[in-house]
């Protein structure tokens, strides 16, 4: 059955058919250095002249510049872009206790050949999430890793092809939120992955200035994601978008959208150029806000004497309590992190964490406040 449009009109008489948190990521560029800016609309699926897009590495694939997923899915705001030309989605297991992971399923019941589908591997069976994402395969299978040994792991390889072998996935890719840098750039050096996904915020592009361009030079697609980690202001992130997808080495920017207001403006911001009032203004947000911007480096677990899992403890309390209000992953995100590596009374003496944080930022604070968070909400 052919679906309706979807508008705001009918969105508002359906309701909200999905469940909204908040979010991922945004677009890409249109830069006069991307020979394949005005790639043949007939190699790129879903295409929509509204829409920018990029080739994926050094595949015959072009990305759209706004992909979506991640903790805000809107089934009715999903439709609504796929219809604007967005033909990736990324989805995990986890996120709202699976139930996004099945509001996605519904969107792609109507739309599976007109997207790309990319999903972490956080599942413990494949063919189950095949199955509620209403799909015979996955587009790219994005191995979850946050270390440089563990990014380069060749035990990745003989998982993927068990799948790839099976018709199950196409392409193997790499996520990473805790030892960015370093994993991600084992990840490219490797030459295991056709897609990268790391986390790029504003502090992060710039210390990854080499991993983008290793991509870039190594045929690696790159979709950025929490890229509007500590972005409260519409303008700023719209912005930043610009800025991110300004950068050759980033294909796609992925984003959580939760309403048709933020897709437009989303939209709208891949097709306009970053002026200079809006490059000050993000630099004047970025150096008074760093001490509150987490890179997930993990600086601060190498040089503690317990490991503490610093960037994922402030994750859980930060981004997927405050930021993004899911409460559900933020509780299992954080029960799950091994007995002793949540930090203690003895972080204050300590305080080692602190001397080596590139951000400055008040890391054991952080990990008191987020003790006292989660006792009250377990």
Do not use: W
């Not at 790391?198 to 690696?220: C, F, I, T, W, Y």
């Not at 890179?295 to 317990?306: G, L, N, S, Y």
């Not at 610093?310 to 992190?337: H, M, N």
Request: glycine share 8%; aromatic share 8%.
């Amino acid at each position: 059955m052919k679906m309706k449009p979807v508008n705001r009109r009918t969105f508002v008489q359906g309701g909200l058919l999905g469940t909204v948190a908040a979010g991922v990521s945004a677009a890409l560029p249109a830069s006069a250095a991307q020979p394949d800016s005005a790639p043949d609309p007939k190699k790129i699926p879903n295409y929509n002249p509204a829409m920018k897009y990029r080739r994926l590495g050094n595949t015959d694939m072009y990305l759209s510049a706004i992909s979506l997923g991640g903790l805000v899915v809107a089934e009715q705001v999903h439709h609504y872009a796929i219809e604007h030309g967005v033909n990736l989605v990324h989805m995990a297991n986890e996120y709202l206790g699976g139930q996004a992971m099945k509001t996605l399923g519904n969107v792609l019941k109507t739309r599976r050949k007109q997207v790309y589908v990319a999903v972490k591997d956080t599942f413990r069976d494949i063919d189950a999430a095949l199955a509620t994402l209403n799909t015979d395969y996955i587009d790219f299978l994005m191995f979850n890793r946050h270390s440089g040994t563990s990014a380069a792991d060749p035990g990745i390889l003989e998982t993927f092809e068990k799948y790839k072998k099976a018709g199950k996935v196409r392409f193997a890719g790499l996520t990473s939120h805790a030892g960015v840098k370093e994993a991600t750039g084992a990840g490219i050096r490797s030459g295991m992955y056709t897609l990268a996904m790391p986390a790029l915020s504003q502090p992060n592009l710039e210390a990854m200035d080499e991993e983008l361009r290793q991509a870039q030079e190594k045929g690696v697609g790159v979709m950025a994601f929490k890229t509007m980690r500590g972005l409260k202001d519409r303008d700023l992130e719209v912005a930043y978008l610009k800025k991110l997808l300004r950068n050759p080495g980033v294909t796609t920017a992925l984003k959580g959208i939760g309403s048709f207001e933020m897709f437009d403006a989303y939209l709208k911001g891949v097709n306009e150029p970053l002026t200079s009032a809006e490059d000050r203004a993000l630099y004047r947000y970025a150096q008074a806000n760093r001490a509150l911007n987490c890179m997930m480096c993990d600086e601060c677990r190498a040089a503690c004497p317990a490991g503490v899992e610093v960037s994922t403890v402030l994750r859980c309390k930060d981004y997927y309590y405050q930021q993004v209000g899911d409460t559900q992953t933020a509780l299992a995100t954080y029960a799950a992190i091994p007995a002793g590596k949540t930090g203690g009374e003895e972080c204050r003496i300590c305080r080692r964490c602190e001397g080596v944080c590139p951000n400055g930022i008040r890391i054991v604070e952080g990990l008191t406040a987020a003790r006292a968070l989660f006792r009250q909400l377990a």
